[in-house]
């Protein structure tokens, strides 16, 4: 999302820069089952949400190309099963939203325009749409664990979200000089559950 846009206040910076508020557990956590909940057109719609809030940029990859958006579908289909049915209407009311106000699929509009109606959400005042304001912080919340945990879920595909913050990956042991300060760790690149592990993901 572009910075200048200063009405819209979850820029790319500021959710990577709150990506240490994200547990160890989603780093790290016991595996779950490669299920899936959404349909094709919920991911559609789902993935052109969390595109806007880390977009692809000179800083590197974006939620999509991370795989955000596949680490929520799978969350849905298992640890958070309960959340589904709340998930899938609020998706809908992210479409009936996109349009009433524009006449078009939410993921059809522009990235101006979805920043528009991401911001209208954020602060509440989305018409028709009561809980939007929850409803998009729960998609912020998800979108950080897809991008920064362990790949193993679905999100972090290639290790991006790790790359980006500079995570080199779990590890069991390190050297003295992989300790040092004035050192940069060298990436592991390596699920915590070891090396072919991850299981296959979109």
Same mark, same amino acid.
């Given at each position: 999302?572009?910075?200048?846009?200063?009405?819209?206040?979850?820029?790319?910076?500021?959710?990577?820069?709150?990506?240490?508020?994200?547990?160890?557990?989603?780093?790290?956590?016991?595996?779950?089952?490669?299920?899936?909940?959404?349909?094709p057109?919920?991911?559609?719609t789902?993935e052109?949400?969390?595109?806007?809030?880390?977009?692809?940029?000179?800083?590197?990859?974006?939620?999509?190309?991370?795989?955000?958006?596949?680490?929520?579908?799978?969350?849905?289909?298992?640890?958070?099963?309960?959340?589904?049915?709340?998930?899938?209407?609020?998706?809908?009311?992210?479409?009936?939203?996109a349009? @009433?106000?524009?006449?078009?699929?939410?993921?059809?509009?522009?990235?101006?325009?979805?920043?528009?109606?991401?911001?209208?959400?954020?602060?509440?005042?989305?018409?028709?749409?009561?809980?939007?304001?929850?409803?998009?912080?729960?998609?912020?919340?998800?979108?950080l664990?897809?991008?920064?945990?362990?790949?193993?879920?679905?999100?972090?595909?290639?290790?991006?979200?790790?790359?980006?913050?500079?995570?080199?990956?779990?590890?069991?042991?390190?050297?003295?000089?992989?300790? @040092?300060?004035?050192?940069?760790?060298?990436?592991?690149?390596?699920?915590?559950?070891?090396?072919?592990?991850?299981?296959?993901?979109?």
């Amino acid at each position: 999302m572009a910075e200048e846009n200063d009405s819209f206040q979850m820029t790319r910076r500021a959710v990577i820069a709150t990506a240490t508020f994200v547990p160890l557990a989603a780093l790290t956590a016991a595996a779950q089952t490669p299920a899936t909940a959404l349909s094709p057109a919920e991911i559609r719609t789902l993935e052109a949400f969390v595109d806007r809030l880390v977009p692809q940029d000179e800083l590197g990859p974006g939620a999509v190309e991370c795989g955000a958006a596949n680490y929520i579908d799978r969350a849905l289909a298992d640890a958070l099963s309960a959340e589904k049915g709340g998930f899938v209407q609020n998706l809908a009311n992210v479409e009936t939203l996109a349009r @009433s106000t524009h006449g078009s699929a939410f993921a059809d509009l522009s990235p101006e325009v979805r920043d528009e109606l991401l911001t209208s959400m954020e602060k509440g005042s989305a018409a028709g749409f009561p809980g939007a304001r929850q409803f998009f912080g729960r998609v912020r919340r998800l979108t950080l664990e897809g991008m920064f945990g362990d790949p193993y879920y679905g999100g972090n595909r290639n290790f991006a979200g790790w790359d980006l913050i500079k995570y080199p990956g779990p590890r069991l042991a390190t050297t003295l000089a992989d300790q @040092s300060m004035k050192t940069p760790a060298k990436p592991y690149r390596k699920s915590a559950y070891g090396p072919g592990e991850i299981p296959n993901v979109r």
